[in-house]
């Protein structure tokens, strides 16, 4: 059965400090990846996505993401936090017609 | 350009009763999607419909059933709701499966049982 796994449900950073939120997964089959994003009070908004190609994937807000296969992984990363970077990040995979979530991590920034 | 709309945005049951959440998309997607988001769980996939005229379960499937009426429509029934069925609701749409696209997701259905 395929999975994903967000290893930290939570992770306090300081403004301008860099940030990696992790995700694994599981699948016996080639899998898509995406991050999603959910501001405080708000739906789910695509942040970045790997279908094929380069494995390193970019947001235009500075997000990217790195598609390993090897370790099964697409971790997030930020090189420099703003306080408007404050919400929920989720992991998702698509397998055919199905698209399952990780657990989430709620990232939140120190001044 | 409404995308994925859900109705209603909230609603109170009590133990028992039964309702219907309704999702309407018109960007003319195949597949549509429900999930329930509860704190620390992340989304979590109920049912799904790969296209028009299919449904399959998801993740946690139990005490739901939904109906794809058309393209554009996807229901999400609870014939008897119970408080662990309290939760938030998000509605989702993506294009075919061999296009392998993102979800787009509606604003919520912020659902409580009593």
């Known amino acids: 059965a395929q999975s994903v796994t967000q290893l930290d449900s939570q992770v306090p950073v300081f403004e301008e400090a860099p940030v990696e939120l992790r995700c694994n997964y599981s699948s016996s089959v080639s899998v898509y990846l995406f991050w999603y994003v959910q501001y405080p009070n708000q739906g789910l908004q695509l942040l970045l996505k790997?279908?094929?190609?380069?494995?390193l994937v970019e947001s235009i807000n500075g997000f990217e993401a790195e598609f390993n296969k090897s370790q099964t992984s697409f971790h997030l990363r930020k090189p420099s936090v703003h306080i408007s970077d404050t919400a929920e990040y989720f992991c998702a995979v698509r397998i055919a017609s199905k698209i399952i979530f990780g657990s989430g991590t709620r990232l939140s920034i120190r001044p | 350009n409404a995308g994925v709309t859900q109705t209603p945005k909230f609603q109170v049951l009590k133990t028992g009763q039964s309702m219907t959440l309704q999702c309407a998309q018109d960007?003319?997607?195949?597949?549509m999607y429900w999930y329930r988001q509860d704190p620390g769980m992340g989304l979590r996939l109920i049912y799904y419909s790969a296209s028009e005229g299919t449904t399959d379960k998801g993740e946690v499937p139990n005490g739901y059933n939904v109906s794809r009426l058309n393209k554009r429509e996807f229901s999400l029934r609870l014939e008897s709701a119970a408080p662990s069925q309290t939760s938030v609701y998000f509605c989702?749409?993506?294009?075919?499966?061999?296009?392998?696209?993102?979800?787009?997701f509606g604003q919520g259905t912020r659902l409580t049982v009593v």
């Open positions: 989702a749409s993506s294009e075919a499966p061999l296009l392998n696209t993102e979800a787009f």
């Open positions: 790997y279908l094929s190609g380069s494995t």
């Open positions: 960007m003319n997607h195949n597949s």
